[in-house]
């Protein structure tokens, strides 16, 4: 009887342990993700994912997620638009991780590029969505400007452009969770 409890507890021990390894490699590569992308890795609810896919202004076309995270829009653009390409752009390691452990459940018009969003060409897209600083926002603004063709929409969540005015502001809530959703159409 001692032995099973002594057993019992080593088990519980290791995977205390091996919890806690966890928490510090996700805590690392998050860190590692911020210092790389200037972002911090923080997932989008669904009430303001469902809103994003609403604001499609087509149901074909291309549709890019600036910084994509773990690939809940892109796979949420994907399903609700089989005919349109979704492709999630992310350079932060943690989020990369979790979009391949996710890939089983991807549809197949989705697509995730562990690149910089500064060195993609975004002139084939029809519908972009980013949720970034402040900072990045700014820096980025030029490149879509020069990039998006006429009829693209933009959808920038909680960060505005610096020169450009939305087209619509749409702020959503649900209790003490607040978003704002800017809309430029380009």
């Not at 809940?72 to 796979?75: A, C, P, Q, S, Y």
């Given at each position: 009887m001692e032995t099973a409890i002594m057993l019992?507890?080593?088990?519980?021990?290791?995977?205390?342990?091996a919890g806690m390894l966890l928490f510090a490699a996700t805590a690392f590569l998050d860190l590692v993700g911020y210092l790389v992308a200037d972002v911090p890795f923080i997932p989008i609810p669904r009430y303001v994912v469902e809103k994003v896919v609403a604001l499609a202004p087509k149901k074909d076309g291309v549709f890019y997620d600036l910084g994509s995270g773990e690939g809940?829009?892109?796979?949420a653009v994907a399903r609700a638009y089989p005919r349109m390409r979704a492709i999630g752009i992310e350079k932060a390691p943690l989020p990369v991780l979790l979009t391949r452990f996710s890939s089983k459940k991807r549809p197949p018009n989705a697509k995730f590029l562990f690149k910089d969003f500064?060195?993609?060409n975004l002139s084939d897209a029809s519908f972009v969505y980013m949720y970034l600083l402040t900072k990045v926002s700014y820096r980025l603004e030029p490149k879509l400007t020069a990039e998006l063709k006429p009829?693209?929409?933009l959808v920038s969540c909680d960060f505005p452009l610096k020169v450009r005015q939305p087209d619509q502001t749409i702020?959503?809530?649900r209790g003490n969770n607040k978003h704002t959703l800017y809309v430029y159409d380009f």
């Open positions: 019992l507890a080593i088990f519980f021990l290791l995977v205390l342990i809940r829009m892109v796979t500064n060195n993609v009829g693209t929409r702020p959503l809530s």
